[in-house]
């Protein structure tokens, strides 16, 4: 389940099923999206991104859905691993800055 | 082999002190940040910097100043540190400023200012 307020929002997930993980940008004239993972004591890397003029995009394991309707932009990693266990920004290219959401938690159960 | 490398990677200092994180990135790419992460893990921009001139410089102290000697290169010197400077930095970089490119982070530096 998620939880929000002053905690990071967690999402726990049984190992080998699928995730998703959302993300609400702000900015409906932003025309790049870009999903980053960040493990435990490291950087954010980059995952995947998607050109505001396609709604779907689909990486090695992972998938990037794009509803521009309601400015929604959510990551969905297939048979998910304890690897995948990090805290996942979605992000959005708006008047030629990046804009960073929160952050959401992955926990991975086994 | 790494791309964005800084240097170091943890900063324990006393109130009042000046200390300075270097970065470096060997992917020849033209812009290069300074991002400041809280214990919320939210990320905040601080700088950014294109061949070697500031293009955006957010609302930091001016105690903060950031140095590019030349685009390979993106130091930031803290003067005058405060409590409220602990947090994690990173270093970034990518192709283009206005183009579509990711960045690229490096591991950050955990600053603990006491």
């Known amino acids: 389940g998620e939880s929000v307020g002053l905690h990071l929002p967690t999402l726990s997930v049984q190992e080998g099923d699928n995730s998703i993980i959302n993300c609400a940008y702000s900015?409906?004239?932003?025309?790049?999206f870009i999903w980053y993972k960040q493990e435990s004591g490291k950087g954010p890397q980059f995952i995947i991104d998607i050109r505001s003029n396609m709604d779907k995009r689909q990486g090695q394991r992972v998938t990037v859905l794009l509803n521009k309707t309601v400015k929604h932009l959510s990551l969905q990693i297939a048979a998910t691993q304890p690897g995948d266990s990090a805290v996942y920004f979605c992000a959005e290219k708006s008047n030629y800055q990046l804009i960073w959401g929160a952050g959401t938690k992955l926990i991975i159960k086994p | 082999d790494t791309a964005v490398s800084q240097t170091p990677k943890y900063l324990v200092t006393q109130m009042g002190n000046d200390k300075s994180i270097k970065c470096e990135q060997n992917?020849?790419?033209?812009?290069m940040y300074w991002y400041k992460q809280d214990s919320k893990k939210f990320l905040k921009i601080m700088f950014s910097y294109n061949n070697k001139e500031l293009i955006i410089n957010e609302t930091v102290p001016n105690r903060f100043s950031p140095k590019s000697p030349d685009k390979a290169h993106l130091n930031l010197h803290i003067n005058s540190l405060e409590l409220g400077d602990s947090a994690v930095y990173f270093c970034?970089?990518?192709?283009?400023?206005?183009?579509?490119?990711?960045?690229?982070f490096g591991n950050g530096t955990r600053l603990t200012v006491t």
């Open positions: 992917l020849g790419h033209d812009t």
């Open positions: 900015n409906s004239a932003s025309d790049y």
């Open positions: 970034a970089s990518s192709q283009a400023t206005l183009s579509n490119s990711p960045l690229h």
